[in-house]
């Protein structure tokens, strides 16, 4: 997911415009979409309904991209994962390097058996198409299809409704199916926590499925307050956010999206942008890494706040990258950079919020534990 969008200009409405209207939502910019930032139940109530039932959400605006049955090894020589290692069916998140070891994008990487399917950033999309087209044949984008993300405990309940053979499918599995005869993609994965789906379809039949999908027991709308609360208290990266070009995949804490085949005496060692300093850093530690936070009272440290090595004085070590207060916590959290030295669970740590000083707890990410389907 990105923090940023491509500029001012004209924004672009997803195929679920008028039925966000409809349903009361407040619409804000957002990655150069229009979108929902959250409806009548407001973001607490949708929050805390993901983590109990299910919640939709439309994700339309993210880039979904095609390539060959075949672009697996190309696909290796942008990003450290394994993929030809990824059998068809599943899929695998990732980040495409730099050549100084910074994070591009991060995205999903699915093989279908009879094709690669991604899914990008709405604000790196276009730079990620250039990218990916500068080093493979046959980058298609799938610009006539929509998005939706359908996530908590009762996600597959409510798709099962529609048809959809998903109760067999585990975390991170990818099928082409029919929902109510709708052809569709279907990845168990999302980016709450929780135990959910997305779902790419031709974006002409997306508000008839959303509409069957919201029709079925323990179904409401969310928007962009709850999926960003949510994801947070998940221990979730925003591309933009909490990683960027400045920052490596290992400071991020993205260290295990990096195959052991595509480490130092692997088969397929290095090999992709960055890796000298990526593989240093899995080898001997990186300088900083990004960190759990647990702020005291109930005021959310949001980002940009400064981070010191003492609760009361101390040097400046760090910025917070993304706050709020977490519904299921009841309490705010927050993740950041540090020192590695600092970054232990447990280390008080201190935080600028409104002029004042505020102790801060580093804390294990997630904060929530997940409710991922693995079995």
């Not at 690669?116 to 198409?129: K, Y």
């Not at 947070?232 to 591309?239: D, K, P, Q």
């Not at 003492?310 to 950041?336: H, Q, Y």
């Amino acid at each position: 997911m990105s923090a940023t969008g491509p500029g001012a200009g004209a924004l672009s409405r997803t195929p679920l415009h008028d039925l966000h209207l409809e349903l009361g939502a407040r619409m804000v910019p957002f990655a150069g979409h229009e979108l929902p930032l959250h409806y009548r139940a407001g973001v607490l109530k949708e929050h805390l309904h993901c983590r109990a039932a299910a919640a939709l959400f439309d994700v339309s605006h993210m880039g979904q991209v095609m390539l060959p049955a075949d672009a697996a090894e190309g696909l290796e020589a942008l990003i450290p994962a394994d993929l030809i290692g990824l059998a068809a069916g599943r899929q695998r998140y990732g980040v495409f390097t730099d050549a100084q070891g910074g994070i591009l994008d991060d995205l999903m990487a699915a093989n279908l058996g009879d094709g690669w399917f991604l899914v990008v950033n709405a604000a790196r999309r276009a730079d990620d198409l250039a990218h990916l087209a500068a080093h493979l044949a046959g980058v298609r984008p799938l610009d006539d299809r929509a998005l939706l993300a359908l996530q908590g405990p009762a996600a597959e309940a409510a798709l099962a409704g529609l048809g959809a053979p998903v109760a067999q499918m585990r975390f991170m599995d990818i099928r082409r199916m029919d929902l109510a005869g709708v052809p569709a993609i279907v990845a168990r994965s999302g980016y709450t926590g929780e135990d959910g789906f997305e779902i790419s379809l031709p974006a002409a039949e997306a508000e008839a499925v959303a509409r069957r999908l919201l029709a079925a027991p323990g179904v409401m709308p969310a928007g962009l307050g709850a999926r960003d609360s949510l994801r947070i208290e998940a221990g979730l990266c925003l591309y933009g956010a909490d990683i960027d070009t400045t920052t490596s995949p290992v400071e991020a804490g993205l260290a295990w999206s990096i195959g052991r085949a595509r480490r130092r005496g692997g088969p397929r060692a290095g090999g992709f942008p960055g890796a000298e300093r990526i593989l240093a850093e899995l080898e001997s530690g990186p300088a900083r890494l990004r960190a759990g936070l647990r702020p005291e009272g109930r005021a959310p440290v949001r980002a940009g706040a400064a981070l010191f090595d003492a609760p009361e004085g101390g040097a400046e070590v760090g910025r917070v990258t993304s706050g709020t207060f977490g519904p299921s916590l009841d309490a705010p959290c927050a993740m950041g950079y540090v020192p590695a030295a600092l970054a232990r669970p447990g280390t008080a740590l201190g935080a600028e919020l409104r002029g004042r000083r505020v102790r801060v707890t580093v804390a294990p990410l997630p904060f929530v534990k997940p409710g991922y389907k693995r079995a």
